[in-house]
């Protein structure tokens, strides 16, 4: 069965930087779209960076210059550089992967286990 694998997250002093990675295991077909999304204590959860299989990117605003999102569509893996960090951007972080069903307009989803960002002043 196909599952998300993420890694890269940890603790990094503000102004420092991580690399997010999400790995489609078991998959023979290139996903739609990969991505993450973030939720905080409290929050509600948001979409911080997308990427389609042709390569269109997509950023929530507060991220925009700062994060980066890219893909290996032959190993089906996802990567997110994340730079100029700062505590607003504590949160854990949950890879997001869709894929089209054949002759359909709807997508298949599937979730990574979430990896925990943590941002000190």
């Known amino acids: 069965q196909v599952q998300l694998v993420e890694s890269g997250g940890g603790l990094v002093q503000a102004g420092g930087s991580l690399i997010l990675s999400c790995a489609a295991s078991g998959s023979i077909f290139r996903f739609n779209s990969m991505g993450w999304y973030r939720q905080a204590p409290g929050k509600q959860r948001e979409l911080v960076a997308q990427i389609t299989s042709g390569g269109g990117t997509n950023y929530e605003d507060s991220v925009k210059g700062r994060f980066t999102i890219s893909r290996d569509n032959a190993k089906n893996t996802a990567y997110l550089t994340m730079n100029s960090l700062t505590p607003e951007d504590t949160a854990v972080y949950y890879c997001?992967?869709?894929?089209?069903?054949?002759?359909?307009?709807?997508?298949?989803?599937?979730w990574g286990q979430g990896t925990l960002v943590t941002v000190s002043s």
């Open positions: 997001n992967a869709r894929r089209l069903v054949l002759g359909t307009d709807m997508y298949l989803e599937l």
